[in-house]
């Protein structure tokens, strides 16, 4: 029985996201490949081997169960000796260790935490702000001169065209 394998690489660019903290993935940082079906072809969702968590460890141990190491991923061989030792630890224990988190990789935290700490939220994403209108400019600008709303009338005030009859009438 054959089946779509988890991919164990060192990034080839740095152009991939990671699906769990949507940062980049650098060029030749260790990532993770979740095989994903798409059209009848594979192709992978990749992670930061530090964003990888206990669930899919715990997909990937399953996996290997049903099969073997060699059917469940890729990749294995062309890591190096102690990043191998660290695939398979984390794969036995369920978690990526805490000390793995190096500084520029995702889930750094700058220190060592105590385990009873939370460590600190992610900055929040929020849309640009549209730039005022020049009416509210305007206003802006006549509210710093000192004037009230009442005494101000628009720089630019538009006349209305002539009804379409009305202008017909005047031309003849």
Not at 65 to 72: D, F, P, T
Request: charged fraction near 30%; charge should be positive.
């Amino acid at each position: 029985m054959e089946t779509n394998p988890y991919c164990i690489q060192y990034a080839k660019s740095g152009r991939a996201i990671c699906t769990a903290c949507e940062n980049t993935i650098g060029k030749g940082e260790l990532r993770l490949g979740s095989p994903v079906v798409f059209h009848d072809a594979v192709s992978y969702k990749w992670r930061h081997w530090t964003c990888t968590t206990p669930a899919v460890l715990n997909n990937m141990a399953g996996k290997i169960g049903r099969h073997s190491v060699e059917a469940a991923i890729t990749g294995m061989e062309d890591l190096k000796p102690q990043d191998r030792e660290r695939v398979i630890r984390a794969i036995q224990t369920g978690a990526v260790e805490k000390k793995e988190h190096r500084e520029g990789e995702a889930g750094y935290t700058g220190s060592e935490e105590e385990e009873g700490q939370e460590a600190p939220a992610p900055p929040v994403r929020t849309p640009r702000k549209r730039a005022p209108s020049r009416k509210a400019q305007e206003t802006a600008a006549a509210q710093e001169a000192g004037e009230e709303d009442e005494e101000w009338v628009p720089s630019s005030k538009k006349k209305k065209a002539p009804a379409r009859r009305a202008a017909a009438a005047v031309h003849k």
